[in-house]
Every structure is written in structure tokens, then in C-alpha cells.
């Protein structure tokens, strides 16, 4: 870590799952381009090329994540400082919308991959002195959206965790925040997007509804994370922190149908709801 630059990150060693592609990949990468060794767990961590240390792991699975957390930290020397928990996936529909096994999944993988990764590192961030973990939330925790029943209840639960994990372990010296973005330019949304009758106008219509005219970047959010996991943040923790654009918490007026306040309404002219799902899968 530099002395001079508390945003540097030189010494410390990262983890980030889900961290191949999207949000994840960008952390990784700036938490590398910042001077910290970094390793990712992913499903299929191909993505995570040089610098980046990628490992196999499946984060609904304990037996992976605790294997692929020891194989991590052995690559990384024996020690873990930052822990990014960003690995997740989607869900689209209302509550009547998605049956019994998905909800089962999106939690297992939303909630409880989370859970899982952050036990088998805490042994390991106990040890360091500048230890936090962020966790990858999003808007659909603090707004209610529509046709995100699930994903929301997900995210809902991973802000409860966030501050609920920032009380047990303040005193050991661990911080705990998370990030809520908002409707993220990320692989996930791309593949909507893809799906729609008119992709370039679902588009528009997406960036229309931003109050800043467009989405968040993957590389906006992954500056927010660095920010957290780093020294610069020493005094933050139980902090969630909205990366959005001002989705959550500005009204601005209208300004007019192809404004930035973009034409009355959650939905494009496909029926595209924001999707609000930064987990760039």
C-alpha cells in the first residue's frame, strides 16, 4: 500500500468472484491497475487473463467456494485483504412469475453464494490489517421495480447482509459496504437489449429514462468498489453506496419525450423494464 496515494492498493491482495466479465471484471482490473494482486473466482474464469489469477468456482456450491478461496489465497501468497462478492445472477417477472426452483437458485446464488464466499474468507481477512469486503448490491434493494419481484427480494437480502456483517465484524478490524448500481452497461443487459424487435430503439429508450441521459458504466461501478476496498475508505463500513446515476434519489422534470427524463413510465417501447441487474453475466 502506498504511504502517499491511500488510493493506491500496492500489497494487498484481492479476491473477486464473478469476476471474468462485467462489474466483476472491471474490479479486477482496476484493483490490479491500483497495484494489488488479484484473483477471481468464476464459473468460467477464461476472462480473467494476465495479471488476474482465475480459478474455477461455483459460489452455490461450499465445497467449490471453499476450494477455490484456499486455492486463491495460496496463489496470492497466503493472504487476503479485499474481498469483492460479486458474483450473481438475474430474474425477470412478478411474484407470480417465477416458481419454486427459481427462487431457490437466485438466492442461492445472490444470497447465499455471498454467505459462502465471506465465511471461507473471513479466517483469512481477520489476519490483515486492512481488511474489507464489498459486497455488489443494486437499486432494486432500496426502489421498488417492476417485474423484478425476485432479483429485488435477492438484493433486499444482500443490503440486510451488508450492514448486518458490518456489525459483527467492525470490531475485528473488517469493513463491510456495498455498491447499489443502477442500471449497469453490462453483458446481461446487452443480451436484453439484443432480444428486443428494435434493439437500437429499446436502447435509446433505456438511456432516455437515466436522469444523466445514459447507463452506468461497468468501470463506474468497479471505481466506487476500489473505493471501498481501499485504505481511502478506513473509516466507511455498514455504507451502501448508490452508483445510479441519480435513479434513486433526484425527480428531475421532464424534458420532453426524448429528454433525459425520457417518456412517462417504467417501460420502452417494447415493454423493457430497466433491468437495474449489474452482475454482467
Known amino acids: 500500500m502506498s504511504e502517499t496515494d491511500p488510493i493506491r492498493l ?21 484493483l490490479a491497475a491500483r497495484g494489488a494482486d488479484v484473483a477471481v473466482l468464476d464459473l468460467d474464469p477464461s476472462g480473467a ?16 467456494v471453499r476450494e477455490g478461496v484456499a486455492a486463491a489465497v495460496d ?10 462478492n460479486n458474483a450473481g445472477i438475474g430474474a425477470v417477472g412478478t411474484v407470480e412469475d417465477n ?6 437458485r437466485v438466492l442461492d446464488v445472490n444470497v447465499l453464494g455471498m454467505a459462502r464466499t465471506s465465511r471461507a474468507a473471513l479466517p483469512r481477512l481477520r489476519r490483515s490489517a486492512h481488511a474489507a469486503i464489498v459486497n455488489t448490491c443494486s437499486i432494486a434493494a432500496t426502489a421498488g421495480l417492476p417485474q423484478r419481484a425476485l ?3 435477492s438484493k433486499g437480502a444482500v443490503l440486510s447482509l451488508t450492514l448486518a456483517m458490518a ?9 463491510v459496504n456495498c455498491v447499489n448500481p443502477g442500471t449497469a452497461d453490462t453483458p446481461w443487459v446487452g443480451r436484453l437489449l439484443a432480444a428486443a424487435d428494435d434493439p437500437e430503439a429499446e436502447r435509446a429508450a433505456l438511456d432516455a429514462r437515466q436522469p444523466m441521459g445514459r447507463l452506468v458504466t461497468a468501470g463506474e461501478v468497479a471505481a466506487a468498489i476500489a473505493y471501498l476496498a481501499s485504505p481511502a475508505a478506513a473509516s466507511v463500513t455498514g455504507t451502501a453506496l448508490a452508483v445510479d ?29 430497466d433491468p437495474a441487474d449489474p452482475v454482467g453475466r
Open 10 to 30: 500496492d500489497g494487498l491482495k484481492a479476491l473477486v468472484t464473478g469476476g471474468a466479465s462485467g462489474i466483476g471484471h472491471a474490479t479486477a482490473c482496476l
Open 49 to 64: 487473463r494476465a495479471p488476474l489469477l482465475g480459478i474455477k468456482a461455483d459460489v452455490s456450491d461450499d465445497a467449490s
Open 75 to 84: 496463489r496470492l501468497g497466503g493472504r487476503l485483504d479485499i474481498l469483492v
Open 99 to 104: 416458481d419454486d426452483a427459481q427462487w431457490h
Open 151 to 153: 432479483y429485488s427480494a
Open 167 to 175: 456489525a459483527d465484524h467492525v470490531r475485528e478490524g473488517i469493513r
Open 245 to 273: 446515476g441519480g435513479m434513486q434519489g433526484l425527480r428531475p422534470r421532464p424534458a420532453g419525450p426524448a429528454g433525459p427524463a425520457g417518456p412517462a413510465g417504467p417501460a420502452g417501447p417494447a415493454g423493457l423494464t
